[in-house]
């Protein structure tokens, strides 16, 4: 077999593994955007600011150590304790639903009504809010963030391929968990909006607020429920990422890379996320491999937009979206 | 009790149509004009420049263009780094291939240049329509960007991948390069902002922005009565593109001199400008500049007074600073949608009945 096409399956297979993690941060946004219509920019700082709270609970780090010490002379930093990564992941979870409260009642309460665009720069807002509050209180330097995730090569993968094709593939094995939890992760979510009664009322709000208000459902309570599970993908995708390079601010552009498999995907379809995600991952992948070399490498930043772009002229509600029926 | 339009008769079409119809607005206008051009280039000195006057004159430039395209014609671009990373590398080009003809042409060579480019990227806004053109046109900031970083031709094969502006002159006077005056590169500016804001202005009150903010009031309304969508749009992101090219052509060359792509137009700087025309007033001209001028202070404000004042370390003092323009992007949405331009326009209300409520 050439060199190439052995190469190209490796790299097909790495895109689909980055592919998952893409859809993982598009599946917040598709949530959030199912139930209340707001486009919300700031997942990606929410998986930021869920990792390092996460790293922040696990390391026992002071909140707000930087401006105490700053404002009082001080100098602390820890408490001195650690948390196990099941208990700092629940506090974590807390801390994510106090958020949305927050984030619902302080915002989003207020703008009910408002023209979509207004919500999305709403969004774009709270992205930088989130940014320099989550700095302020955890600090800005890179972190370690392990949660006892495997690590590294997997080495039976390494072995089988090198026995088929004379050429070991290098599959992290982070990779594996990864896909493995995305896949649980939107299992267990397709089954709660089907099978639940607030994953039901929650469809019902997503479908007519009016409606859904009239046959007594709490929008306020459904609209707090999304964002707290938008929070905890935000968490997963965080921990995820967080493993994978380290919880940094570079964390945050995630987002940046969950848009275009959004627009490929359709904003409103959890399978569009995932099967957008898996075409972006794997086609970023093998067309920096493949053309990348000739027009000088670094096309990952551009090429997912351009592709999603090129997608939408001929179908701008994307691959699964819903059709766009316009009225006057 | 001046602030008044009775006893202003208008005598003529053009009396009627001005701008400003009060008399006491054109007085301050002028006054205005008067100040900027007559008595603050004999003030200002190196620091007052750099940090203040020049980067609000080239934003509002920038926020003018934005505000054309978002606030007037409704499609929300976060393209805009990319935009004025064209318009630089434009003037860069050509002041070193033309350097014999006056940069103020390669400004506005630049500006047009642009403009095509903003029109090539506006084409699939006839397709795409709301979020999702917002974030299609995030690949004209991410491709543009890598472009510039990518093609060596773009940067005439400079070893460090900079582009850096030699020197040029107006009238004798050196506007870039190492050796420039304050006041020089001042004027420089704020004829160029001052120009952008009466085409902008011009621009938005006749028929062509009658019919950008019909296409964004109701698109298909708008095409039903006879707006036709596709020269309505592409001269929105032509006009906008110009302005954008414009304040990204004097971003390079006369405020920063040296510029590396990805560091001085990457994605932030769109959002910025975008902030800068929502904290203002969309779809308001005073807006872009009163929200260009309170994004430019704002970090200065705060720096005199965390770093300065408190001597807090300066890292803490820009992660307040992120967390304070979020805090104000979402309560001026919440509060006054329509920005410092609404409130402005409520205080003229307010003044016009004075000293009665009603």
Known sequence: ?328 | MIYREAGEFKTSYVDDGQTFPIRFDRLGYYVTLAVAFLVIPFMVNDYWVNAIFLPFLIYAIAAIGLNILVGYCGQVSLGTGGFMAVGAYSVYKLMTAFPDINIFFHVIIAGAITAAVGVLFGLPSLRIKGFYLAVATLAAQFFLVWLFNRVPWFYNYSASGQISAPERTVFGIPVTGAETQPWAVYLFCLVFLVGSALIARNLTRGSTGRRWMAIRDMDIAAEIIGVNPLTAKLTAFAASSFFVGVAGALFFAVYLGAVEVGEAFGISKSFLVLFMIIIGGLGSIFGSFAGAAFLVLLPVALKVVGADMFGWPTDTVAHLQLVIVGALIVTFLVLEPHGLAQLWRVTKEKLRLWPFPH
Do not use: C
Not at chain 1, 248 to 276: C, D, E, N, R, W
């Open chain 1, 1 to 328: 077999m050439p060199d190439t096409l052995i190469f190209g399956m490796e790299v097909f297979l790495n895109g689909l593994m980055a592919g998952v993690l893409y859809a993982l941060v598009a599946l917040g946004f598709v949530l959030i955007y199912k139930a209340s219509g707001i486009f919300n920019y700031s997942q990606g700082v929410l998986a930021l600011f869920a990792a390092l709270t996460l790293v922040g609970i696990m390391d026992g780090q002071v909140p707000f150590s930087h401006m105490i010490n700053a404002v009082f002379g001080t100098d602390i930093h820890h408490f001195g304790w650690q948390v196990p990564a099941v208990f700092a992941i629940l506090l974590t979870m807390v801390v994510m639903v106090v958020l949305a409260w927050a984030v619902q009642r302080l915002i989003f309460r207020h703008l009910i009504g408002q023209e979509p665009i207004i919500l999305f720069m709403a969004t774009i807002g709270l992205a930088y809010f989130l940014e320099g509050l989550g700095d302020i209180i955890w600090g800005s330097d890179i972190k370690k963030l392990d949660v006892g995730l495997p690590q590294g090569i997997n080495a039976s993968i390494d072995e089988l391929t090198y026995q088929w094709f004379g050429y070991g593939f290098f599959i992290d094995n982070l990779d594996i968990w990864a896909t493995a939890i995305a896949v649980i992760l939107v299992a267990v979510l397709v089954a709660f909006s089907q099978y639940t009664k607030q994953g039901r009322a929650m469809r019902a709000v997503a479908d007519d607020h009016q409606a859904a208000l009239s046959v007594g459902i709490s929008l306020n309570f459904i609209w707090i429920m999304v964002w707290s599970v938008a929070g905890f993908v935000a968490l997963v995708a965080g921990i995820m990422w967080g493993t994978k390079s380290g919880v940094q601010f570079s964390l945050s552009l995630i987002a940046l890379k969950a848009l275009p498999v959004l627009m490929l995907g359709g904003f409103t379809s959890i399978p569009g996320a995932i099967v957008g995600g898996l075409i972006i991952g794997v086609g970023e992948k093998l067309f920096e491999f493949l053309v990348g070399p000739l027009v000088g490498g670094a096309t990952e930043n551009w090429f997912a937009y351009v592709l999603a772009l090129i997608f939408l002229v001929f179908r701008p509600q994307g691959l699964f979206g819903e059709k766009i029926i316009e009225r006057v």
